[in-house]
C-alpha cells in the first residue's frame, strides 16, 4: 500500500503545480480574483496533503494497520471531493454557468474527509513501542 500512496502523492503534487501555474497564468485574465484565489486555496491544500500521503506512504511501512491505511485513502478521497469540487466549480463558472450549488455541497465533505484523515494518522501511530511488537496493529 506504501507505493500505491507514494505514487498517487508523486501525481497529487504534480497536479497541484500544474493546475496552479494554469490558474495563474491563464486564467487570471479570464475569471475575477476571488476565482484565482479559490484556486490557489484548492492546490495550496491538494499539495499540503500530496506531503501528507507520502508521510501516510512511509507509515504505512513502519506501522501497517487499517487506521494509517483509511487515513491515506481519505485524504485521497479528501482532496479529489475538496479540491476537485473547486476546481470544477471555477470550471464551469469560467464556461458560463452561473448555478453552481450542487458542486458548492461536495467541498465541505472533501474537507471533513481530510480532517478525518489526520485523525486516522494519529490514532493510527501506537503510543508506545510495547504497544507495536504486542501485536496492537488492528
Not at 499539495?47 to 487499517?66: D, Q
Not at 491515506?72 to 453552481?100: D, E, P, Q, T, W
Not at 450549488?101 to 489526520?118: D, K, Q, R, Y
Amino acid at each position: 500500500m506504501h507505493r500505491t500512496f507514494s505514487k498517487l502523492a508523486a501525481l497529487m503534487a504534480m497536479a497541484s503545480v500544474i493546475i496552479g501555474a494554469f490558474g495563474t497564468h491563464y486564467l487570471k485574465n479570464i475569471l475575477p480574483p476571488e476565482n484565482i484565489e479559490s484556486i490557489q486555496t484548492a492546490t495550496y491544500y491538494q499539495f499540503v496533503h500530496a506531503i501528507g500521503l507520502f508521510v501516510v506512504a512511509n507509515l504505512c511501512r513502519h506501522y501497517p494497520n487499517k487506521r494509517i491505511k483509511w487515513a491515506g485513502n481519505l485524504m485521497v478521497l479528501g482532496v479529489i471531493l475538496f479540491s476537485g469540487s473547486i476546481y470544477l466549480r471555477i470550471f464551469l463558472l469560467a464556461k458560463g454557468y452561473s448555478h453552481l450549488n450542487t458542486v458548492a455541497l461536495v467541498t465541505p465533505f472533501g474537507g471533513l474527509s481530510l480532517i478525518i484523515s489526520w485523525l486516522l494518522v494519529f490514532m493510527g501511530i501506537p503510543s508506545s513501542e510495547n504497544h507495536e511488537q504486542k501485536g496492537g496493529s488492528d
